[in-house]
C-alpha cells in the first residue's frame, strides 16, 4: 500500500472522514474495506463497537508519514471544493443568487 493511500487512512479514520474521495480515485468499495483490514491487522487501528478507532501506533504512523511526505500543512491535503466555486467575474459585476438554490 503507498504511503499516501495510507496517511490518506489513517486520517480518514481519526478525523471520522468521509471516503467518497477514495471512491472518486478509482477504489471500490471492497478495496477501501480490504486496506481497512490491513490497517487493523497491523495494529494501526481497532474495532470498538463497531467502530473503528486510531491507535497510539497508527497516530505515530501518521506523524512519520506526515514527515516524510511533507503533508504537515493541512493545506496540502485538503482539496478545495470545486463544485461550490463560482465563477470569477468583473469588478464591477454584481452576483445576486437564486434565493432557490441557497441551502440556508
Do not use: C
Not at 8 to 18: A, Q, R
Not at 66 to 80: M, T
Request: charge should be neutral; glycine fraction near 4%; charged fraction near 25%.
Amino acid at each position: 500500500m503507498q504511503s499516501q493511500l495510507r496517511l490518506l487512512l489513517l486520517k480518514l479514520v481519526k478525523f471520522n472522514g468521509n471516503i467518497s474521495p477514495l471512491i472518486k480515485m478509482g477504489y471500490q468499495y471492497t478495496q477501501v474495506i480490504d486496506f481497512f483490514n490491513i490497517l487493523a491487522e497491523e495494529g494501526k487501528l481497532e474495532k470498538h463497537e463497531n467502530k473503528l478507532k486510531i491507535t497510539e501506533s497508527g497516530i505515530q504512523e501518521i506523524n512519520d508519514l506526515s514527515k516524510k511526505l511533507n503533508r504537515s500543512n493541512s493545506g496540502v491535503w485538503i482539496e478545495p471544493a470545486i463544485e461550490s466555486k463560482i465563477p470569477q467575474f468583473d469588478k464591477n459585476d454584481i452576483f445576486l443568487p437564486d434565493q432557490n438554490e441557497l441551502s440556508f
